[in-house]
């Protein structure tokens, strides 16, 4: 962050939920464990605590790379195909609360907060 500044270059750090290639490639299922959100979570406070002004998080709609965001069933569909879940414990939308508060974070870092 401090080299792209001193080079006026913008910096904008990646975050994202997990990872899994399981279903496209045939790699380790559940590669990079959500962890009920913390493995998230843990990489936006860390952003955040050196004042990133600016977070990308990949990806909203992955679900074949076992990234997603958005919405969606602890309830896996039936088929051969296994597919990661958000746990029987966490919302539907759990990612996007997350999601959500990380931007009112960086809002009122900004000044332009609720």
Known sequence: MKWCEERG???????FPGFSWHNLYGGKFD???????????EQAETLLKFGVRQ????MFDEMDEG??????????PA???PFLTYGEKLPSDFYLRLTSGFS???????GNGE
Do not use: H, W
């Not at 590669?31 to 979570?41: A, S, V």
């Not at 977070?55 to 990949?58: K, L, N, S, T």
């Not at 009112?104 to 900004?110: E, I, P």
């Open 9 to 15: 270059i913008t910096y904008l750090p990646v975050i």
């Open 31 to 41: 590669q990079i464990p959500r962890r009920d959100g913390r493995f998230y979570q």
């Open 55 to 58: 977070i990308y998080v990949a």
């Open 67 to 76: 990234t997603c965001i958005f919405k969606t069933s602890s309830e896996a």
């Open 79 to 81: 088929g051969e195909s």
């Open 104 to 110: 009112r974070q960086l809002k009122r870092m900004a």
